[in-house]
């Protein structure tokens, strides 16, 4: 089944304590993004990847990183998390056949719901 | 830069009445995408329709029709005969390249929160 993974799917943590949210797509996608959800404000991008080893940043993505030595996985790290990064994250893959736009629907993953203390 | 508009945060209507929701875009771009998702109570996110900047035709599936006009940056989304289950948050999206010619990401509005009263 296509589908994009992301894991854990609940995580409440600490201050400062450093965590990682796998990404993984099964679709053979290039463009891979992340994506935080917060009320009234509604999506924004936080970094996205339009191929292996080409990250660029988004919107908001001050204390985040990311990495993409693997086309399938686009993990999404926080170094030191502050309480102004509890959202509710998104991970989304696409096929973009080497255009430079992505053009072609998101699938998106089940959303990762992080609460940091 | 890009920016996408959904200037109606909430919207409350009852159920077979039609409704519409706007979508305002603003890019310097002559090549772009639009896109609209649907974020069910459920919160997962589902593709609903995509259109290029090339073509201005409407799009009609169902009870869901889009209207597309360049001449005023909009992108509309028009639910007729509303149903319980369109209750859901909805988001337009624009995705074109940057400024250098490069790729740039997807600009998401803020989403309009759509209740269907029974």
């Known amino acids: 089944e296509a589908q994009v993974t992301q894991n854990p799917r609940y995580l409440i943590t600490v201050t400062g304590k450093k965590l990682t949210v796998t990404c993984s797509q099964n679709?053979?996608?290039?463009?891979m993004s992340w994506y935080r959800q917060d009320p009234g404000l509604g999506l924004r991008q936080i970094y996205y990847?339009?191929?292996?080893?080409?990250?660029d940043k988004g919107d908001v993505p001050e204390g985040y990183k990311v990495s993409r030595k693997e086309k399938r996985n686009f993990p999404l790290i926080l170094e030191s998390p502050s309480p102004n990064q509890t959202s509710l994250y998104f991970c989304?893959?696409?096929?973009?056949?080497?255009?430079?736009?992505?053009?072609?629907?998101?699938?998106f993953g089940p959303g990762t719901r992080l609460t940091v203390l | 830069a890009q920016k996408v508009t959904q200037a109606q945060t909430e919207i409350s209507v009852v159920e077979k009445e039609d409704v519409t929701l706007d979508c305002v875009y603003e890019?310097?771009?002559?090549?772009?995408?639009l896109f609209w998702y649907k974020q069910p109570p459920s919160g997962e996110l589902v593709f609903l329709i995509r259109?290029?900047?090339?073509?201005?035709q409407n799009e009609i599936s169902g009870r869901y029709s889009w209207n597309f006009q360049k001449s005023t940056s909009s992108f509309n989304f028009t639910i007729t005969a509303s149903q319980v289950v369109d209750s859901a948050v909805y988001f337009c999206a624009l995705s074109e390249s940057n400024s250098g010619g490069g790729a740039d990401g997807l600009t998401f509005g803020k989403g309009t929160h759509l209740i269907i009263q029974p």
């Open positions: 259109r290029n900047s090339f073509d201005e």
């Open positions: 679709m053979n996608h290039e463009y």
């Open positions: 990847s339009m191929n292996v080893e080409v990250t």
């Open positions: 890019t310097r771009d002559t090549t772009y995408y």
């Open positions: 989304a893959s696409s096929t973009t056949s080497g255009s430079l736009i992505v053009y072609n629907e998101q699938f």
